[in-house]
């Protein structure tokens, strides 16, 4: 047993909100309270002075791809400020790699290189295909002899080049795939830029890393994140990835409490092997169903209402309406599975809104447990759907670092009218919704305090917008945000009985701080990083 103390503890249980000592007893909390009191009734406890640093729960991303997130360490980081630069670290790379083999690379973001409203709608001149987005011919510039694949920020488009489209028989004629396109010039010729489904066509022809590379890969991310403070996640990556935790699982090396969402595409499987939700252990269990109702912003594929400015034909890409959603979602609520909903645009909430509403209905009517079903990102809202979330007890799972990223493409692109209705955390708290954070990594970084520093300034790092921050009025205290990142993915994960506070009985997942996140600047958020990490109970991560 363990037993910290000279600490200031931050519980958040609202019996007892402070305490300056803690008694770990293997995987659980044994008691909080002062050091005396613990002292006296744990004495072959081993004391282990904190010199009065802050200990906090830990905290938890509840949106994260671990598989994409751990593979992109590995990758080209594409995420540069000039398309140059990218192109430059793109070259660098190709120089070492072997004839034939795949360059791969992540992060680039056309609306930073290309900040034009023009939009994905209009052509340019002679190569440069639709103008606001990189060519193929810029790859094969700088890898002649090797394919490449680069995923967008968003994850949402892919860039290739030419060998790239050659081995995936992507020509002139090929059809765009249901859901997807494949970005095209004036002459019909591909341009190398593949949206949403038809990313697959590419991505298929890629040699898959097998469950043993990508769970040593997770392993190595694993410390990464424990400094980040973070010591769970909720995983949305698929079969390989929970193959993968799997593996580490079973071989004592998960050290990362992993709740793992389902694609939709399982979910015939998962009825077939009586799957039910809540599968596994405290460390590694199943989750909801994902289900993805459109793209994104930065490929301007969200389902909006109505078009993007500076592309009246363009209205993103709807992949299923309210009805075949509801459907997916009784199937699933047989199981006891809650859906997972990937929404970004006001048209795709909508929609996502409409189906809960039916799956409410039919909950009671069959006398179904009321299960916590969830929309992830919940970007924009139309104002007649802002009360509905926290109506129908529907988890709003948001990003609070994408709004600092995504600011001025919502404004160019949703315009301020739609855009004020944007990341509105305050909006869905005061409406009553339950919030969950997290990243969408590798999307954005993983930082927690990255995030937390998004929700209470509304404000990049460099101070833009202003000193108010972009649409002020959607700011959240900082207790609201650390909620969000601890209590909030408890509740998501039906483990709110046990996780996301430091109270007797709860696990032993805590970071230790050397500063304390109330009591100073919030830029100084920007900062901070564990000290040290304890999941279940061990201490996974020490600041030497």
Avoid at 98 to 111: A, D, I, M, R
Wanted: glycine share 8%.
């Amino acid at each position: 047993m363990k037993l910290l103390h000279n600490a200031r503890i931050y519980t958040q249980n609202p019996a007892q909100p402070f305490a300056s000592a803690i008694a770990i007893d293997r995987e659980r909390i044994a008691a909080v309270g002062s050091a005396d009191e613990l002292f006296n009734r744990f004495t072959r406890a081993q004391p282990e002075n904190m010199d009065g640093r802050f200990i906090f729960p830990g905290l938890t991303d509840a949106h994260i791809h671990l598989q994409h997130y751990a593979l992109s360490l590995q990758k080209t980081d594409c995420e540069t400020d000039t398309k140059e630069e990218c192109l430059r670290r793109l070259a660098e790379r190709a120089k070492h790699a072997k004839p034939g083999e795949w360059v791969l690379g992540h992060g680039w973001n056309q609306n930073t290189w290309f900040p034009s409203p023009a939009g994905r709608g209009e052509r340019g001149e002679g190569e440069s295909g639709v103008r606001g987005f990189p060519h193929a011919s810029d790859l094969d510039a700088i890898a002649p002899h090797n394919p490449v694949y680069l995923t967008a920020k968003s994850l949402h488009a892919g860039w290739v080049n030419t060998a790239a489209l050659r081995l995936a028989n992507i020509t002139s004629q090929t059809a765009d795939p249901p859901n997807g396109q494949i970005q095209r010039d004036a002459h019909g010729a591909p341009t190398g830029i593949l949206l949403e489904a038809a990313m697959s066509l590419v991505s298929s022809v890629l040699p898959d890393p097998t469950p043993e590379q990508i769970a040593s890969a997770i392993e190595q991310a694993q410390p990464i994140l424990w400094k980040m403070g973070l010591t769970g996640v909720h995983d949305f990556d698929r079969r390989d990835s929970f193959m993968a935790l799997q593996l580490l699982h079973a071989h004592g090396r998960l050290k990362l409490r992993v709740l793992k969402n389902l694609p939709v595409e399982l979910l015939d499987q998962a009825h077939e092997l009586g799957l039910r939700g809540g599968f596994g252990d405290d460390l590694l269990r199943i989750g909801n169903i994902k289900v993805f109702m459109d793209g994104a912003l930065g490929p301007h594929t969200a389902a909006m209402f109505q078009p993007y400015l500076g592309e009246e034909n363009n209205r993103g890409i709807l992949n299923l309406d309210g009805e075949e959603l509801f459907e997916h979602g009784r199937k699933a609520a047989a199981l006891g599975l809650g859906i997972t909903v990937h929404a970004i645009g006001d048209r795709a909430n909508h929609e996502v809104l409409n189906a809960c509403e039916q799956l409410r209905r039919y909950e009671r009517e069959n006398r179904l447990p009321h299960l916590r079903h969830r929309i992830e990102h919940v970007q924009v809202l139309h104002p007649n759907d802002l009360a509905r979330l926290g109506a129908l007890d529907i988890i709003a799972s948001m990003q609070p670092i994408h709004a600092i990223s995504d600011m001025k493409m919502a404004d160019d692109y949703w315009g301020s009218e739609r855009a004020r209705y944007a990341y509105a955390w305050r909006t869905q708290l005061d409406n009553g919704a339950r919030l969950a954070f997290g990243s969408d990594a590798p999307v954005d970084s993983p930082n927690p305090f990255w995030g937390l520093h998004a929700a209470v300034t509304r404000r990049r790092a460099d101070g833009s917008p202003s000193a108010e921050g972009w649409y002020p009025e959607q700011k959240l205290t900082l207790a609201q945000a650390w909620e969000a990142y601890t209590l909030g993915p408890a509740y998501a994960a039906y483990m709110d009985n046990r996780l996301g506070r430091l109270a007797t009985g709860f696990l032993a997942d805590l970071i230790v701080l050397e500063k304390d996140p109330f009591n100073c600047n919030p830029d100084e958020l920007l900062s901070m990083q564990s000290w040290a990490t304890m999941v279940n109970g061990e201490w996974v991560y020490r600041s030497r």
